[in-house]
């Protein structure tokens, strides 16, 4: 732990300099008006604290929405919406947007639609919604303006904390006050402080942790290794992983359309080596330069020719565009350039001046982890920052320019946005992926929420964590999300010389730190706000207890106002009941106390705290689910991540909920069940109304370390109050599958007056044939064949070697829609067909047969088949089977097929 700094008031020297001081009290003190400071002020405000304060180190609210320019939004998609970014993205299927993001998003998409158009004006290939910074702050604001006027918040501006009020009570520290400076007072340790205020509790909502520094509470920053937290995908040692590695920061830019060419000038120390992956163009012409390290390469196009850049695609200009310029009322298409093929700026083995000007203010600044630099120092480092990111400009705006065929869309004829206010024109700070973390009740680790059907993210089914905590606040689900964290200095110049770190430099993936891995369905718990020791202080933002690991998959726009939201419902109450918060997680009563302050009927928008995918916040039921979910109310199935709200409630159900709810009850006599025809939804509404208020069955404490007595310390334990061995991850087998003749992938014998028959076996140009059946491998139809596709599809093949039989251990897929054909007499014919993956689960599968529906949004799992026979009249001479149209995410695997004359005509 760090050495405490403890700060007394009465120590101050001269009563004429405290007089200098704008002094204050207030309830609550956030330090930091980012997404998550702003979240829990109103949140606290709602929840009835009389006195809240903000204080910011710059003047917009918002954080990475706004001063930091991430106006692209990362965030739980909903479930299966169209055009809400790439397919594969996790959040795209996790849940349905809720609490003071939905709030947030609403207005903001409002304002879209009266300026742009179109609530979603930029159709960027990773979204979905887009806004100009400008804008969203100007919401954030007038979100804020009510609490405000009122004057239950005060929001001080331009002042960071540089000391702390510390006290001790009952042998714990308790921050009681922060001291903080003006901005122009960069460096922390001789900083002259003109702001004082003492508060009953604290928020760090920072980002860099700041308070938390100054408090003296302990926190960690950098990397993880094994022996730290036992994470499967963290380093065995730190050999490779020195202090300094961190998620990269990005100086992003928001770039807008001019009437004319308007190129920036170029930057100092600009050199194009530096961008070989920013577009194909640029790899295309400097693929064979040589890196110090192992650097996989690999770009995207730049820009789309002339009129084809509306359309959501790949590209630089529209992968984070903001607004289409081609279909928005302003005519003038605005861009994010916030990209990790160039712009992304890593943290350690920084180039050769910025390493020297870091040294020049204290030895071994260099090797500092950026959370520990002073604000002088991380100057310097932000100053390099920004200076790579306008080179990619001037590299797009020239290199890439000059090479690119089409010009009608270059990014010469676009200029940096002058509504940040600032000189450069670049937003005021910088994306900061990664804080420090906060020491906390209880640090969250990769193995609680990592997916196990397998070791990379393509194999993740969708399920529920393997640890649900029992203070969970609210829910989240992603991957996690390390861009690249090291940095290969070029080693051969083109002349013969070695640059070293003194000349260009591309970022590189270090060993675990990808995008492979992917969480389950999980939820936050409160224990990882409060810290291990520290009282009077609560971390929000990126300062909250979770590895480096799980920080990379909670780090996005949703997730930190809903960790926002989760710092201020819990100081409400700790407030309130005038109690230390880290007492809050032991007490049921309280606990529930703060779920009913995040998730309320009515106004506002209810947040959702337990995971399931189907839920809507406009739902009727949507607050009474929630918190039962919350209380272990329903019976658990880890694939089961559907609630179907509005299915009826089936009797056992119903009596699994009424037990699972009154086990944490205190009931005297019987409560009325509903009865009758009722969905679960509704049942959910009715029940929760009828036991809300009946007082909670307080949990049995063992020992003040070990709440369960399973002898793993409550510092170590993820549930808390149930007994369990530690939770260590590894793939997992599926459950085991019974297979049938329907279900086996093995086709039966065709009957003895099966005249005409025709059999194929849809697989691979290099599978040998099978006994009775025609090999198709996805050849477009001809006459001479009489059978095939009406477009070619031989790519879609695949074979896993799973099955020694090839007419079940291959196929022939579509991820959106396929035609085969086979010349038939018309007539009637049974048709059997075979779908499946020998190797992965498959949902959504699609077959109509002579128009007639065969498969119907059919899954299948790993080594599973669905075999299904329809009878159909063909009257054209062809019998068509149409695969597809596929769902996002959905592939149609057809195995074979059986076409038998219908004897029974």
């Not at 960069?186 to 205020?197: F, K, Q, R, Y």
């Not at 993740?460 to 964590?465: C, Q, S, T």
């Not at 190797?839 to 128009?851: A, V, W, Y």
């Amino acid at each position: 732990m760090r050495v405490l700094a403890f700060v007394l008031v009465a120590t101050i020297a001269a009563s004429s300099v405290q007089a200098e001081h704008r002094e204050f009290e207030t309830d609550l003190l956030i330090a930091g008006g980012t997404e998550s400071g702003w979240a829990a002020a109103i949140q606290a405000a709602r929840q009835g604290v009389k006195s809240v304060t903000i204080v910011h180190d710059g003047e917009w609210l918002g954080g990475q929405f706004t001063e930091q320019a991430l106006a692209c939004v990362d965030e739980n998609k909903g479930v299966g919406l169209v055009g809400w970014g790439v397919d594969w993205h996790p959040m795209k299927r996790s849940f349905h947007r809720s609490g003071l993001f939905k709030e947030l998003m609403d207005r903001i998409e409002a304002f879209n639609t009266e300026k742009y158009g179109s609530p979603m004006p930029g159709r960027p290939y990773h979204g979905p919604s887009t806004f100009r910074p400008a804008e969203a702050q100007a919401i954030f604001r007038a979100m804020l303006q009510p609490y405000l006027d009122s004057g239950q918040v005060r929001f001080l501006t331009n002042r960071y904390p540089v000391r702390a009020d510390v006290s001790v009570v009952d042998e714990r520290p308790k921050l009681t006050g922060l001291w903080f400076a003006p901005l122009g007072e960069v460096d922390s340790s001789s900083a002259e402080p003109d702001l004082h205020i003492r508060a009953r509790l604290t928020i760090d909502a920072s980002d860099w942790g700041e308070a938390i520094q100054v408090s003296g509470a302990a926190y960690e920053c950098g990397p993880d290794s094994q022996s730290r937290y036992g994470e499967p995908s963290a380093p065995p040692n730190l050999d490779n992983n020195p202090p300094n590695e961190m998620n990269p920061i990005t100086w992003a830019m928001i770039i807008e359309e001019s009437d004319s060419e308007t190129p920036i000038a170029m930057p100092a120390r600009f050199d194009d080596r530096y961008f070989v992956r920013t577009t194909q163009l640029s790899y295309d012409a400097m693929k064979e330069l040589s890196w110090d390290r192992p650097v996989r390469l690999g770009s995207i196009p730049h820009w789309p020719d002339k009129g084809k850049a509306s359309p959501r695609q790949l590209s630089v200009y529209t992968v984070r565009r903001i607004a289409d310029g081609r279909t928005s009322k302003t005519r003038k298409t605005s861009i994010l350039l916030n990209y990790m093929l160039g712009q992304d700026y890593p943290l350690e083995r920084l180039p050769q001046d910025v390493e020297e000007k870091l040294e020049a203010t204290e030895p071994g600044a260099s090797q500092k982890n950026i959370v520990q630099m002073t604000r002088a120092q991380r100057q310097i480092v932000f100053d390099d920052a920004k200076r790579q990111s306008l080179s990619v400009l001037f590299h797009m705006q020239n290199f890439v320019h000059e090479r690119a065929p089409d010009k009608t869309n270059s990014f010469r004829r676009f200029h940096l946005s002058d509504e940040f206010g600032t000189a450069d024109r670049l937003p005021p700070k910088p994306y900061i992926r990664e804080s420090l973390r906060l020491k906390a009740m209880y640090m969250m680790r990769e193995q609680d929420g990592r997916n196990a059907d397998g070791f990379t993210k393509d194999k993740a089914k969708e399920r529920f964590a393997r640890v649900l905590y029992p203070d969970g606040l609210f829910c989240w689900q992603f991957h996690y999300d390390f861009h690249r964290t090291g940095r290969a200095y070029l080693i051969d110049s083109g002349d013969g010389r070695s640059w070293g770190n003194r000349g260009p430099w591309t970022d590189f993936e270090k060993p675990g730190r990808n995008t492979r891995y992917v969480s389950d369905r999980s939820v936050f718990p409160l224990r990882s706000l409060v810290p291990v020791e520290m009282d009077g202080l609560l971390g929000a933002q990126k300062n909250v207890g979770y590895s480096s690991i799980v920080c990379a998959a909670i780090r996005l726009h949703d997730q930190c106002i809903a960790i926002g939201q989760a710092a201020g419902a819990t100081a409400a109450v700790a407030l309130r009941h005038d109690v230390a918060p880290r007492s809050l997680p032991y007490d049921r009563t309280k606990l529930e106390e703060i779920r009913g302050g995040l998730c309320r009927a009515g106004e506002p928008v209810a947040l959702q705290l337990w995971p399931y995918r189907d839920l809507p916040a406009d739902h009727p039921a949507f607050v009474a689910i929630n918190r039962l979910g919350a209380r272990r109310a329903f019976p658990h199935e880890p694939l089961s991540v559907d609630f179907h709200p509005d299915a009826l409630a089936e009797s056992a159900w119903r009596e699994a909920v009424v037990q699972h709810s009154l086990s944490a009850k205190l009931v005297n006599e019987p409560l009325p069940v509903p009865t009758g025809e009722i969905t679960r939804g509704e049942f959910c509404r009715v029940w929760w109304k009828n036991i809300e208020q009946l007082p909670d069955t307080p949990w049995l404490r063992r020992s003040e370390d070990d709440a369960d007595g399973d002898g793993i310390l409550d510092r170590n334990d993820p549930t808390l109050f149930s007994a369990a061995p530690d939770v260590v991850w590894q793939v997992e087998p599926g459950p085991a599958i019974v297979l049938t003749p329907k279900t086996d992938g093995l086709p039966g014998v065709l009957p003895k007056n099966a005249n005409r028959a025709r059999q194929f076996n849809f697989t691979g140009p290099e599978s040998k044939p099978v006994p009775g059946f025609t090999n198709d491998s996805g050849e477009a139809f001809t006459l001479d064949r009489g059978y095939g596709w009406r477009k070619a599809i031989r790519q879609n093949h695949r074979r896993r070697n799973v099955y020694p039989e090839a007419i079940r251990d291959t196929f022939l897929f579509t991820r959106d829609n396929a035609s085969w054909e086979c010349e038939v007499a018309d007539g009637n014919w049974i048709v059997e067909i075979c779908v499946g993956d020998a190797g992965h689960e498959q949902t959504g599968q699609k077959i109509t047969i002579e128009g007639k529906a065969a498969v119907s949004n059919v899954a299948t799992p790993a080594g599973g088949f669905f075999e299904t026979t329809a009878r159909v009249k063909v009257v054209d001479g062809r019998l068509t089977i149409e695969l597809g149209p596929q769902a996002p995410g959905c592939n149609t695997c057809l195995n074979w097929v059986q076409i038998v004359p219908d004897d029974q005509e």
